[in-house]
């Protein structure tokens, strides 16, 4: 019998990734979660707001309107119009668009950058783990958002990609250090050293046996990341860092609309509204993905009304004792 077939059947038999059933019981966690369910209604209806509102309406969000300048909300501009002109309806849904694409973005690049270092750090151990785990330290000891700052405008040139690469490269520490620790825990299980002793290949082990056995924890990262990436993109293209003009972004649109919001509220309560919708329907889906994938939830969960109760008149009922 060939190596790898020995492979696939010792992996067949003692691998412990998340079976069909398992999936099945995280789906009715989630779906049991109201707050889970509303925050992914939520995210469902921002992302279609974001990627179909531009077909909504007829004007560009870089085209003035000349006749409408400062304009509250109207049945032509349904946000209203900033100084320019601009509809600030297509403006908000192009600024929501690009602030979600940067968001999704470095959550993937952040989270598979973390999943790499920190399964390799954990896995190999030794000079490697010294090495890389040194390289976490060091990145974390630089404050990330004065660096972007600094290095962000050496970097007009290259476009928004080059600020979503920032925004990776400084997200990604605190996630491989929690990977580290979960592979070197992983290492030891029967199903690696058996895979080890079968001579499969380190790399292979990590993207077979260790990596599928974390997913819980990378799906659940991955989602926050997202909504921690757009308030950094927010907050640094309000200080001038980010998303460049003529592009906009949430967070350009609420540098722009500050000043003016006492008097043109239009201008920047739009896309504030949009900003904390976001944000919060994000960390609703991420708690319900936290309880819904974690194993030991089941028996930490607040027992149900109609339990309690039951149990509350059990403790309540006095015991009948034989009289003397």
């Not at 691998?15 to 049991?32: E, F, I, K, M, S």
């Not at 959550?107 to 390799?120: F, K, R």
């Not at 904390?276 to 936290?290: H, K, M, Y």
Request: proline share 6%.
């Amino acid at each position: 019998m060939s190596a790898e077939l020995v492979e696939q059947t010792v992996a067949a038999q003692t691998d412990q990734r998340v079976p069909a059933g398992r999936l099945r019981l995280a789906a009715r966690r989630l779906t049991g979660s109201r707050g889970a369910v509303l925050g992914l209604v939520v995210m469902v209806l921002l992302f279609l707001l974001a990627f179909l509102g531009p077909y909504l309406t007829p004007w560009d969000y870089a085209t003035p309107d000349y006749t409408a300048l400062r304009q509250p909300p109207s049945p032509q501009h349904w946000f209203g119009t900033n100084g320019l002109g601009q509809d600030v309806f297509a403006q908000t849904v192009r600024g929501l668009q690009k602030s979600l694409v940067i968001g999704l973005l470095v959550a993937v690049l952040s989270t598979g950058l973390a999943s790499l270092v920190g399964a390799c750090a954990g896995y190999f151990g030794g000079w490697t783990d010294r090495l890389l785990t040194f390289l976490v330290d060091l990145m974390l000891i630089f404050p990330a958002f004065l660096v972007i700052a600094v290095i962000s405008p050496r970097l007009r040139g290259s476009g928004w990609i080059a600020f979503v690469l920032l925004l990776a490269v400084f997200n990604w520490m605190i996630t491989a250090r929690v990977i580290r620790s979960m592979t070197r825990s992983l290492r030891e299980r029967e199903f690696v050293v058996a895979a080890r002793f079968m001579g499969v290949g380190p790399f292979r082990i990590i993207w077979r046996h260790i990596l599928p056995n974390v997913s819980s924890f990378l799906i659940i990262d991955a989602t926050i990341t997202v909504g921690g990436a757009v308030m950094s993109e927010a907050a640094l293209s309000y200080f001038g860092f980010g998303v460049r003009p003529p592009d906009v972004s949430l967070g350009t649109l609420l540098a722009a609309g500050a000043a003016d919001a006492p008097v043109f509220p239009w201008l920047f309560y739009f896309a504030a509204g949009l900003l904390v919708l976001f944000v919060l329907a994000v960390n609703l889906v991420g708690d319900g993905l936290r309880d819904a994938l974690d194993p030991t939830a089941a028996a930490g969960r607040r027992p149900s009304r109609r339990a309690q109760g039951r149990k509350n008149r059990k403790t309540a009922t006095p015991s009948r004792r034989s009289t003397p």
